[in-house]
């Protein structure tokens, strides 16, 4: 009995507060991804065709590109 009560990872008093605090930072984590692939695609949208080239991608290839970054 006294392992189970020593578990590492055994509910803690704050629990239910704990778990909507993790929900909230969960969306925001993911609405901040989001946002940061939204700027990639918009930076990267603006180069030239010559820039784009030296990097290695064709305009066509940008949501591939950012999709494969960030999700």
């Given at each position: 009995?006294?392992?189970?009560?020593?578990?590492?990872?055994?509910?803690?008093?704050?629990?239910?507060?704990?778990?909507?605090?993790?929900?909230?930072?969960g969306?925001?984590?993911?609405?901040?991804?989001?946002?940061?692939?939204?700027?990639?695609?918009t930076?990267?949208?603006?180069?030239?065709?010559?820039?784009?080239?030296?990097?290695?991608?064709?305009?066509?290839?940008?949501?591939?590109?950012?999709?494969?970054?960030?999700?």
């Amino acid at each position: 009995m006294e392992a189970i009560l020593h578990r590492p990872n055994r509910l803690h008093p704050g629990f239910p507060f704990t778990t909507i605090w993790n929900g909230f930072k969960g969306f925001f984590t993911v609405v901040n991804r989001a946002l940061e692939a939204q700027r990639l695609y918009t930076r990267m949208s603006s180069l030239s065709p010559a820039q784009l080239e030296r990097l290695g991608l064709k305009r066509d290839d940008l949501p591939q590109f950012v999709a494969k970054k960030y999700f």
